[in-house]
């Protein structure tokens, strides 16, 4: 036996290699011995636990949020797709001279109704759907269905313009060398109103296709019309002499520029005269476009921002940046005049022109709904992701998953699907 806290070494027969002994370790300890108590964790450990802790807590709740359960779509048919429209409850396709509806929930086709020429879908509330049509004799039609059952409710030979609450606004048709404007019901067809536009007056060209006011510049007049009544809101005397060169509204301001490239602004509320400038860069292309608190002013050079209420330039950019705002510090912009679709898309400030994030390598598919830009990306041997980039994060939310890509798609949104078709097929998810 040791004494007190001393290491002993004894021999035992029997263990060990032939011919030598084995040997045993022991360790005599004190009677009033402890085991020492756990230390705590130092502050640096306690706090890399946590944020572990924590970020694996995010990720799990996140993973579950932004991910659906399947990324397969909701419906899927082969065929082809040349014009797309969405509502709550039912996707509309039109390809190959006919219209059909699918149920979302149970992925059914519920009709389907021929038609003429290429076509352009529009859902309206009330479960309508407007279709115009332009055939290969280049007659413009207009028809709206039922969305429940695709019967037609009226049916009119003219050319579609927009939509200004419950009118359907058409243009035509003819009436010798004038062509009228009309407002026609939605419920019935019905006319509303009818006026009949001078040949010398220029309408200024709008984004947006669906508007509720349109602007009518002709020699020393600015007008402003009501699409929904018809009726002139604004009328003003505009000091340019002849036709403008062109003619664009952003937003609430009407731009008119003129031979002598000079910029004259007026403000379509109430119809008064903002400012006049000469235009910023004379190129080759030039258009207008909506920067928020700006306008901005595009062609082949570059971009250049010009304050709404007096016309001076707040920044400039070498770059051609198409514009959709979406507050007063965030905007998408498309280095294209073409649209929101492929590389070269990013969200800007528009107060100073500074990049404040990139979708990359995400592309855009040219469909902005809010503060979100749909985008696909490449995933493999034909695996395309479908996602929605935020705006305000920068990060996509990955809603679905395509195996038959090989162009980028076209898609349209509502509030709860996207749907996608490219030359063999179309598909829904949800968001």
Request: glycine residues 10%; charged residues 20%; proline residues 6%.
């Amino acid at each position: 036996m040791t004494r007190s806290n001393e290491l002993g070494v004894r021999p035992v027969v029997g263990f060990g290699p032939a011919g030598r002994h084995g040997h045993v370790i022991e360790i005599e300890r004190d009677r009033d011995w402890q085991p020492p108590e756990p230390q705590p964790w130092s502050t640096r450990t306690r706090l890399i636990a946590t944020a572990l802790a924590l970020a694996l807590a995010a990720g799990v709740y996140f993973a579950g949020v932004a991910r659906p359960s399947s990324l397969a779509p909701m419906l899927l048919r082969v065929g082809t797709a040349e014009a797309l429209a969405l509502d709550d409850s039912r996707a509309y396709v039109s390809g190959g001279n006919m219209i059909r509806a699918y149920d979302l929930g149970a992925g059914t086709q519920l009709w389907s109704v021929r038609v003429v020429g290429l076509s352009s879908l529009l859902t309206l509330g009330d479960d309508r759907l407007v279709v115009a049509t332009v055939d290969v004799g280049q007659r413009p039609s207009v028809e709206v269905l039922d969305a429940l059952t695709g019967a037609v409710v009226w049916h009119r030979q003219t050319r579609f313009v927009g939509i200004a609450g419950d009118v359907v606004v058409v243009n035509g048709p003819a009436e010798g060398d004038r062509v009228p404007l009309r407002g026609l019901s939605v419920t019935d067809g019905t006319p509303r109103w009818t006026a009949v536009l001078e040949p010398t007056v220029t309408i200024a060209g709008d984004a947006r296709t669906l508007r509720s006011s349109q602007v009518e510049v002709s020699p020393g007049h600015l007008r402003v019309r009501d699409l929904a009544s018809g009726r002139i809101v604004v009328d003003t005397p505009q000091t340019a002499t002849g036709p403008p060169e062109s003619a664009t509204v952003v937003g609430g301001t009407a731009l008119l520029v003129d031979q002598k490239n000079m910029i004259t602004a007026y403000d379509t509320g109430d119809g008064r005269s903002l400012w006049r400038v000469p235009l910023p860069v004379v190129g080759v292309y030039s258009a207008f476009g909506d920067c928020g608190s700006y306008i901005c002013h595009i062609n082949d050079r570059g971009t250049v921002a010009l304050d709404r209420l007096t016309g001076r330039q707040a920044w400039r950019s070498t770059k051609r940046y198409l514009s959709v705002p979406v507050d007063e510090e965030h905007m998408f912009v498309a280095e294209t005049f073409g649209g929101f679709e492929g590389p070269g898309t990013a969200v800007l400030d528009p107060r100073n022109g500074e990049v404040r994030a990139d979708p990359a390598p995400w592309r855009a598919l040219g469909v902005i709904d809010g503060a979100e830009l749909l985008v696909w990306r490449y995933d493999g041997p034909r695996q395309q992701l479908l996602g929605l980039f935020d705006a305000y994060s920068a990060r996509t939310r990955i809603i679905g998953r395509a195996d038959g890509w090989i162009v980028p798609p076209t898609c349209v949104t509502s509030l709860r699907h996207v749907l996608c078709a490219d030359a063999f097929d179309f598909a829904v998810w949800p968001r």
